[in-house]
């Protein structure tokens, strides 16, 4: 090959000098930037033509020298300079030129594609952002301010949490409030569900490769997620389901801190603090085999359980309030309220989708009432169903609550007649009023009243 024909036909300007400084080579490019013509240059010294040349500074000082400045005779380029070496001997020296127009076109281009990264990390950067403070998290009861105690105290330290509960119970909005409280919360926060991703995929999304990793895989590689949420948290939402093989890889960086993409070589530094939530049992996806112990053992030094709302009923009544005031100002309008019979109603409920299926059953109510009062018949019906077979059950409960008919039907007559009696207590006639009340005669009063020893 004509490495010649090369040199002419590169579009930066070229000039090359042996180790004496006499001019050897100059391209096309380098006559149109310069203005210099081969005729007047090679085969001379370099300092000769252009008294003012820099390149014979780089042949004595053997230092490569990028975007200089020059400004010759009215035209202006930039250029690099290195020394040529042949078998670690100094033969010469070359000099790469710009024009000046092509430096300003090729910096406004890097500027704008700055602004356009830069805008994507934003854009990145806010679609990892967590919404939700402590303050979202309604609930006093024992069982969670418990959980929302601890968890306070865990945002502070830099450990890993693991956050357990059936589905529905807050698992996420904990994990949101805990990096929200923490020192990282400037920073993202990565949610990724393990259940959601095929298996084959869940490392390259956690991990990131390398350029020509596999066959399939993105020109230029591809970031992680860890690395994504350097600096701030990852949640891993199901950890129940991570595959077996990958653990010991999650296991590696909880205990060395760093990552490695696939097809990579170096080990890079992460600081990412991993929030794990499972509504299954990890301690029996060990026994089974499924689940790493080392790594179930590193997650669960700072556990926490969320109750199931079942468990505590008492809170229902606030999470009913703020729910209907936030979603109620979000999407109709007005203030809706909810009479307390429908609360009732959703305290009678189990609720195996927890708050989650609470706050559907509300957007369902919000939808279905008239006016602004949310009542009983506005709730779906599967959660109505469910409350009247609770109240009718409940009912008979105080009705019948001896084994055989006789003893039901005495307890039922004593409980009405004692009602009777307290209602009409302050009365002159009080007896005689009760016996009215009751339908009955007042001898038929007193037996009762004898019968059951209520004097
Ligand atoms: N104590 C609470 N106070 C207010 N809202 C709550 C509370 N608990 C849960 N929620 C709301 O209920 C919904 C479900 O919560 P979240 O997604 O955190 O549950 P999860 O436990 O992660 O569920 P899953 O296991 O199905 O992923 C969310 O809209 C959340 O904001
Ligand atoms: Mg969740």
């Known amino acids: 090959m004509n490495v010649l024909a090369a040199i002419n036909s ?10 004496k400084g006499i001019v050897q080579k100059i391209n096309p490019e380098y006559t149109s930037i310069t203005g210099v013509e081969e005729h ?3 085969g001379k010294p370099l300092l000769e033509v252009r008294p003012e040349a820099q390149l014979i500074q780089t042949l004595e000082d053997q230092i490569v020298q990028i975007g200089v400045y020059r400004n010759v005779n009215g035209r202006e380029y930039v250029v690099d ?6 078998k670690g001997k100094l033969i010469g020296a070359v000099s790469i030129c710009k024009g ?67 589905s529905g119970t807050g698992k996420e909005l904990y994990a949101q409030a805990i990096h929200q409280a923490s020192k990282s919360a400037s920073h993202s926060f990565v949610p990724i569900n393990c259940a959601a991703i095929p298996k084959d995929l869940i490392e390259s999304e956690l991990f990131g490769y390398e350029n020509g990793a596999f066959t399939s895989a993105k020109k230029g590689g591809k970031i992680g997620l860890f690395e994504l949420a350097d600096g701030g948290t990852i949640f891993l939402d199901e950890i129940g389901e991570m595959p077996y093989l990958l653990q010991s890889k999650l296991l590696r960086f909880l205990q060395e801190g760093t990552i490695r993409k696939i097809g990579g070589l170096k080990e890079k530094n992460i600081q990412t603090r991993i929030i794990a939530a499972t ?23 700072l556990q926490l359980q969320i109750p199931p709302l079942r468990e505590r009923k008492d809170d229902i009544p606030l999470i009913v309030h703020a729910l209907i005031e936030n979603q109620g100002k979000e999407w109709v309008h007005k203030h809706p309220v909810i009479h307390e019979e429908a609360v009732e109603c959703l305290k009678n409920y189990d609720w195996p989708g927890n708050v989650r299926e ?3 059953a509300l957007q369902y109510a919000l939808c279905m009432m008239e006016g602004s009062i949310i009542e009983k018949h506005h709730l779906p019906k599967h959660i109505l169903n469910r409350a009247k ?25 004593e409980q009405i007649i004692k009602q009777a009696l307290a209602q009409c207590h302050n009365k002159l006639d009080s007896k005689k009023d009760a016996a009215k009340l009751l339908n009955i005669s007042l001898a038929t009063l007193y037996n009762k009243m004898k019968k059951y020893q209520l004097n």
């Open 10 to 19: 590169i579009q930066d300007g070229i000039l090359i000098i042996d180790e």
């Open 40 to 42: 007047e240059i090679i």
């Open 81 to 86: 300079m290195a020394p040529i070496h042949e």
């Open 100 to 166: 000046k127009q092509e430096v300003i076109q090729l910096s406004k281009t890097i500027l704008k594609q700055k602004e356009q990264i830069s805008w994507l990390e934003k854009k990145v950067q806010s679609s990892y952002q967590a919404t939700h403070h402590f303050d979202s998290i309604i609930g006093s009861t024992n069982g969670l301010s418990d959980v929302t105690n601890m968890a306070k105290k865990a945002a502070q330290a830099p450990f890993p949490i693991l956050i357990t509960g059936e």
């Open 279 to 301: 509504n299954q049992s990890l301690h029996d996806l060990v026994r089974k085999g499924l689940f790493r112990d080392d790594l179930y053992y590193r997650l669960c030094v």
């Open 358 to 360: 609470l706050k559907n």
């Open 389 to 413: 077979q609770t109240e009718s059950h409940s009912n008979s409960n105080i009705i019948y609550p001896s084994t055989t008919l006789k003893a039901g039907v005495d307890q039922a007559e």
